[in-house]
Structure formats: C-alpha cells, structure tokens
C-alpha cells in the first residue's frame, strides 16, 4: 500500500534520469551510457542520501531549521580533506583516492561524530539546543584550523584541496561511489527495520522514554547513520549545505505526516530528483557545466531566509 | 502502591529534595501539594524517571524503578509532563495512538485502535482527532497528551499540574474522569496540583511538601486541616463546609 504521492514522485524520477541517460546520445553510445550511468548512480546517491541525513537529524533535534551541516559535519569533512592534503603532499594525496580514500574520510567521520557526540551528549545532559550551539563552535574551530591550514600549503596543493572544497558532479570516484551505495544499503536496511520508533523519538526526549523508548541509545545510533550518510554526500561531491534543508522542507509540505515511513522515502526521492532533474537541465538544455551546486545553494539559502523569517523555527 | 524511601535530589548543599518518605496507595487519588519550588514536580519526575535520585528509593508495587526497564515501565505508568509540545506535525490521532507503543511497537491492532477509540470518546476529542497538534489550542493540546497516557493502559497515571490550561467545565471533568479511572478501574492517580479546593474535593490521599521535605501526608479528611495547611503555604487557609462539600477557603 505504497503512498500515491511517493509513486508520482518514483515516476518523476524514473523520467528525470531516463531524460538525463537518454537525451542527446550521440557518438560512441556504450562508453557515453557508462558515463552517464555513473554520475546518475551518484546523482541518486548524494541526493537521496542528503535528504534522509537531514530528516533523521530534524527528528533528533527536534527542529525543522538545523541541518546536519550546522552541526559542523561539512566542516569537518573539509578539514580531514585539507589536513589529508597538508600530510601527505599532493602526490601522496592524489595516491589514496579512490576506495582507500573513501574508507579513510568516512570512518574518520564516524569516528569524530562517536567521539564528539557522546562526550557531548553525556556533558550536555542530552540537551539538544546546547549540542546544536556546540557544534556551532566546532564548525567555526574547523573552517579556522582549515583556512589556518591552507595558509601554511605550497601553491600545488592548494589547488588541489581547492578543486575538493567546492561540490562538482563531475568526475566522480567509481570505487567511491560503489563503498556509498553499499553504506547507504546498510542504512537503508536498519531504517526498513526501525523506522516506526523514530516516529517516537520524534515527540522527544521525555515523553518518548515515557513510552518505553531507550531514547539516548536510538540518539547516538542516529547521529551514526548521520555521519555516515553525509560522508557518503560529500566524499562523491563535496558540501552541499543546503540540499537537506531544501529537501525536507518540499518532503514535509507534501506528505504533511509525521511518519518516517513517509518522510524518509520522499525525501529520498526528492533529493535525488531535484539533483537529477536539475543536472539534466543545465547539461544538455544550457550546456552548462557545474553549476547545478550553485543554483541549489542559492535556492536553499533563500529558502533558509524564508524559514527564519517566517519564524517556522519549530 | 508507591513506597519511597530516604528520597533526595540535587547537590548535598542545596537539595531540592532531602529525606522524602511517603507511601502512594494503589487505586486512589493522590495530590502533591505545597507551596512553590517545594519539590512536588520533581518528586513526580523522581518517580516517572525522568530523572535520576541521589540517593533513596522509589518502588512501584515491588518493582524497583531506579532499575526498571524502560519498556517494561511503560506498560506501568504513563506520564503527562506540564510542558508539552511536539516539532512533528502529528494529528491527534495519531499522538494518542502514540500510547499504544508499549503494547503495539508501532503496529496497531484491533485492540489498540478499539483502545485509541475509546480515549478519543473519552477526553472529547472526536471533532478534533484529524486536527494537527500545532493548530490546537493549549487546553486541547493538554487533554490530546492525557488521551495518549490513557491509551497506555497502565496501572498508574502520573499528571503535573494537569489543570494548568484547562477551563472549569474541562478541569472538572478531568478531576471527575481521573477520579472514576481510580474507583472504576483501580488505577492509581497521582496528579501535582495548585488549587486547593481541587485537591481536597477530588483526592482521596493528599502528600504535602515544603522546602523539599514532606509536611504531612494522609488521606484528605485527616491531614487537610485548617492548621496544616495555613502552615504549609504561610498564609491563613480557612476549612469550611457548604452543603455537604469541603472547601478551602485561601483567596481573601
């Protein structure tokens, strides 16, 4: 009994990456499809993952405005980037892409998000307002220790971690994007399983455990499937800060439930469609190249203007 | 019934709670009353779990509940806080299925949509059940979160300040519902109230707190006397009786 908004939505994008696969095929057609198949795979990739990451981290805080970016999550993707650079050399750097690499930046997430959050969460007595504050200052401390970086790097590296900083759909890591899609099914197949308690969670911390909910034992495990989920985004394609918060914000107004059956898929879909669907666009019908991360930054921004202006902060 | 025992909470300094012995009787009433910042809230917090004592003990009909299992509480004691509110947009009905968890892990059967029936009918929620939480006002709100702690189904119900939001026709009802929940289904009721006369009429067993210690305690005809009382709030209570009916006469 599948929910008849999220099967127009399947739809939706079942053409939008027909039209992306499909549309102006011209030449060598085998080499052309398996490069196109590939950015669509991490097209689908970056945005269903983008928008599950930010529904999961909406429910845990309680709040319709934070992203996991403001919990610093970016930051510290692109400080592991920088000092990865600054380490190693550009050689060396250029050495460990791929699955290595992959593997490196994402357990490194997952180490710093378990660290981070359980000292934080056992100190700030599990108060969610002042771990968001806190992960304020830290996103701050990692752009500085990254600019502070920079500063010390030869000119050749820099460019390097220049070429890194920004989101880019092209040129993506095939042995990267195959470990995503398997942590995204490792994702996937624990929220198929345990989606009915976040409904739960998502009343908060108090009344859930008056339900019988082990909350701060569901609370760490998300914040895991956070940091992996957003590793997997920017590690194929950079930052994206904006992308969730755009998500979430179509996926609320359209299913308008408060179940993660419904919430999670749409914005799964969602986020893969507004990636889709807009690569397409700037591709083949304005024959632009990258800056798909620009337009979608300046809609979420905008958007984020909104939210605040409009005090929609709950 | 509730024993707690040798009870304290906060820093040695300066408890909030210090030494609390009490005893809760199954199937009745019970009013927390006392002055503020006295401690009642957070002895009903002690004994939801929301928090954690320093030092003492609370058993709930022989179960210890410093060690008690989350989800074996819940099917025990359901809880309304005084702050409520939710960032999800959740229909009412949908928050007093919520209840149903402990029993139901998220998967409604007859018997808890027949349960989650019966709590909307009895909270009168009817006309509002397809409303979002968000667009309800706070006494609606109030009574959608004690519907939810009914659809739990458990043995004890804990309320703080219940009335808070309520107008006269909805408190009194509540006190009427809570009271029939006791005498009809043997639950036992413990609610932190502020008005008086609604403690003395409709309580069965009232503990009173001061400074974080207990006053006095007892079943209501005995431990609300004129005296007690205008001791523990430091100012003149009067009793009188009107046709029958006890009330506590504090305003002039």
Redesign the interface.
């Known amino acids: 009994m599948a929910d008849r908004r999220l099967i127009v939505l399947g739809c939706l994008l079942a053409a939008a990456a027909a039209l992306f696969l499909f549309w102006g095929l011209r030449g060598p057609t085998a080499y052309i499809l398996e490069l196109r198949l590939v950015k669509l795979a991490a097209l689908l990739a970056v945005g269903a993952s983008a928008g599950v990451a930010t529904v999961l981290f ?2 845990i805080s ?3 405005i934070l992203t996991p970016s403001i919990m610093g999550f970016d930051a510290l993707f692109l400080l592991l980037q920088t000092g990865l650079v600054a380490g190693l050399g550009a050689a060396g750097a250029s050495r460990i892409s791929g699955l290595p690499g992959f593997a490196l930046e994402t357990t490194v997430m997952l180490g710093a998000a378990l660290v981070l959050f359980t000292s934080l969460l056992s100190r700030t007595r599990h108060d969610i307002q002042l771990m968001v504050l806190a992960g304020v200052v830290l996103g701050v401390m990692f752009r500085t220790l990254t600019a502070f970086l920079q500063r010390l790097m030869e000119p050749s590296e820099f460019t390097m971690v220049e070429a890194r900083m920004f989101a880019q759909f092209s040129g993506i890591d095939r042995s990267a994007l195959m470990a995503g899609l398997g942590l995204m099914a490792l994702a996937a197949l624990w929220l198929v399983r345990h989606h ?2 976040l ?2 969670a ?3 911390r ?2 859930a ?6 909350y701060d034992g569901l609370q760490l495990r998300v914040l895991c499937l956070i940091a992996a989920l957003v590793s997997v985004a920017t590690a194929l394609v950079g930052p994206l800060a904006f992308l969730g918060l755009l998500v979430t914000s179509l996926a ?1 107004s359209l299913m ?4 993660h059956a419904l919430l999670l898929p749409a914005a799964a879909l969602i986020g893969a469609l507004i990636l889709v669907a807009g690569q397409t666009v700037f591709e083949r019908l304005l024959h632009l190249q990258s800056t798909l991360a620009v337009v979608i930054e300046f809609c979420g921004g905008l958007l984020f203007l909104v939210l605040l202006v409009r005090g929609k902060i ?1 | 019934m509730i024993d707690i025992s040798g009870l304290s909470y906060g820093p040695a300094a300066n408890p909030i709670l210090q030494n609390v012995s009490a005893e809760i009787p199954a199937g009745r009433v019970t009013a927390l009353i006392g002055p503020n910042g006295a401690g009642k809230s957070t002895l009903l917090k002690l004994i939801a779990r929301q928090m954690t004592p320093a030092g003492g003990s609370i058993r709930m009909d022989g179960l210890d509940l410093v060690q008690a299992v989350p989800a074996v509480l819940a099917r025990k004691m359901a809880v309304v806080a005084q702050h409520l509110s939710v960032a999800s947009r959740v229909r009412v009905r949908d928050l007093v299925g919520f209840g149903r968890w402990p029993h139901s892990a998220g998967r409604l059967g007859p018997a808890d949509h027949a349960a989650i029936a019966n709590a909307v009918e009895l909270f009168d929620l009817g006309g509002l059940q397809e409303r979002f939480l968000d667009e309800l006002s706070g006494g609606q709100r109030q009574r959608a979160f004690i519907a939810m702690a009914y659809a739990q189904d458990t043995d004890w119900l804990l309320l703080d300040e219940p009335l808070n939001n309520l107008d006269l026709n909805h408190a009194r009802n509540l006190m009427a519902q809570l009271r029939h929940l006791a005498e009809a289904q043997g639950k036992g009721i413990v609610i932190v109230v502020h008005d008086l006369n609604y403690a003395i009429s409709w309580s069965d067993h009232v503990v009173a707190l001061r400074d974080g210690q207990v006053a006095f305690q007892g079943p209501v005809a005995e431990a609300a006397t004129a005296e007690r009382l205008s001791a523990l709030y430091q100012t003149p209570v009067a009793i009188t009786r009107l046709e029958g009916q006890v009330f506590a006469q504090y305003h002039r």
């Open positions: 909406q429910t309680q709040n319709r009915r308690v409904d739960v998502a009343l908060g108090t009344p455990r008056s339900l019988g909910v082990a609320h308008q439930s408060h179940r709950r």
